[in-house]
């Protein structure tokens, strides 16, 4: 495992999770555990920068390292562990914080995104969350991160941090690239198509969840948007809505938008949608069904949080404790 090249990803369990972050993210994570040495975090203490009710969180933890498994990840060939379990990551976040200038943070547009969506709680977290990110990323070596089109700018922060660190204090991170897809990397809202499909929307009509019932994907498929010109034709400035649909199907059945555009030329929109939930139906229930089976055992689940915890957590403090000895701590 360890002349392995090495990936490192993770997902907020801030929601249930969107048929966005399958196709963005999860369903590429699989692809890669023969090849790389891999690491997949809960992310879960970047949740609070939003607030969370206790319960649901808890909830939902489990539900994304089942989801992950449901996906297809061997919790034998790669490491799948919560982020708040591993002290590390909060430790080196600290010490990255005092190398990030407020400007990089405050040019994140994520951060002025939920800045203006959460007027009323815009706390330091939420600034500073591009840092633990960075942390999560740089405390593993890693060399790649599969991620969609919206993380980018956070890698390219932590690419950034990494460089400036090592600068000062000779090489201490693997400067880490991103992976993103050419296909689902960005999958838009389904009624507001000029917005990314988001676990924390609040109209439901907006997303897919992986685990969704086969009616209400069909239902919500049906009702799309689209536009009046009828014609099935990726134009993304102009049919956002109907190249969101191109994109979705094209990425659930690995076809180019050109063979989309093609099996689907002359037929009317309706069938289109129809053919499009039928896809993300059949690519999603068995997901569904395996992670209704693995919700049932928390045993199991929390069994796996427990080793993997151990086993992020000793490549974590390897990089932890070099960084310590060279800003001069006493170890
Ligand atoms: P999060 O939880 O918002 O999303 C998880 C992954 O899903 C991708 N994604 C999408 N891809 C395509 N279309 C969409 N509509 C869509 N929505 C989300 C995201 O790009 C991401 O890859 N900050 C991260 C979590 C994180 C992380 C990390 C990622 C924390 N530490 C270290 C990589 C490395 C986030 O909020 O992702």
Redesign the pocket.
Known sequence: MENKKRI?????P?GMLTL??Y???IRNFPLLQEEYDCLY?V?NM?TLTVRQDPELLRERIYALLALYLACGLDPEKNILYLQSQVPAHAELSWVLGCYTYMGELSRMTQFKDKSSRHADNINAGLFTYPVL?AA??LLYQTDF?P??R??KQ?LELARDIAIRFNKLYGDTFKVPEPLISKQ????MSLQEPNK???KSDENVNNFILITEDPDKIMKKFKKAVTDSDGEIRYDEENKPGVSNLINIYGALKNLSTEEVEKAFSGLRYGDFKTAVGEACVETLTPIRARYEELMADKGYLDGIFKENAVRAGAYAEKTLKDVYAKVGFVL
């Open positions: 490192y990803s993770a997902v907020q801030s966005g972050n196709l963005g993210a975090c992310a970047h990110m999560d990323i991160v991620i969609g919206d993380q956070h689902g990397a960005k999958i990314k499909m988001s």
